[in-house]
T-cell receptor
């Protein structure tokens, strides 16, 4: 079973920030938080991951709470192409650990 | 770099027939995965290969599903015989142990069993 809880769906206005929450209250000290997204009819795509510090890349920012029990993925200026299902996954960052995908959050960016 | 290639993109068969899917991972990626994604759900891992050896096939329904990765490059996933509940998208992913340790996914094969 997935170790994360996400809202099933969210809407966001085009050009505004999209803030996608994820709860992972049972996360252990050596588990990372990964975010992937899946645009319709495509395979999942890596977005970002982090351990305990906030992370930013060209796609998004990841904010992890100090107790690491929850996190937020931020798309700073959402576009229509960001409409997708977003998956939050926790896993150890070693070779043998696999991803367990939950149902994710379906983000709809509205014009 | 070229991404993960999969074929066919779509397949429609009748129950009890056989079907095979093909995957060509990113060049140099030692780890290859097959996932099953049922409509409305996240992908579920079926099998993981490290080079040409199986690392994890605990969720593969071995009575009807089989997979191989000869020579540690391309892989095929076969279903024989297919059931209605096998209707899903079958995703292939590969990982090369890069800095982010992320998996790269192919576009998937959408299977419809009638």
């Amino acid at each position: 079973d997935a170790k994360t809880t996400q809202p099933p769906s969210m809407d966001c206005a085009e050009g505004r920030a999209a803030n996608l929450p994820c709860n992972h209250s049972t996360i252990s000290g050596n588990e990372y938080v990964y975010w992937y997204r899946q645009i319709h009819s495509q395979g999942p795509q890596y977005i970002i991951h982090g351990l305990k510090n906030n992370e930013t890349n060209e796609m998004a920012s990841l904010i992890i709470t100090e107790d690491r029990k929850s996190s937020t993925l931020i798309l700073p200026h959402a576009t229509l192409r960001d409409t997708a299902v977003y998956y939050c996954i926790v896993r150890r960052n070693n070779y043998g650990q696999n991803f367990v995908f939950g149902p994710g959050t379906r983000l709809s960016v509205l014009p | 770099e070229a991404g993960v290639a999969q074929s066919p993109r779509y397949k429609i068969i009748e129950k009890r027939q056989s079907v095979a899917f093909w995957c060509n991972p990113i060049s140099g990626h030692a780890t290859l995965y097959w996932y099953q994604q049922i409509l409305g759900q996240g992908p579920k891992l079926l099998i993981q290969f490290q080079n040409n050896g199986v690392v994890d096939d605990s969720q593969l329904p071995k009575d009807r599903f089989s997979a191989e990765r000869l020579k540690g490059v391309d892989s095929t996933l076969k279903i024989q015989p297919a059931k209605l509940e096998d209707s899903a998208v079958y995703l292939c992913a590969s990982r090369g142990g890069g800095v982010y340790n992320e998996q790269f996914f192919g576009p998937g094969t959408r299977l419809t069993v009638l």
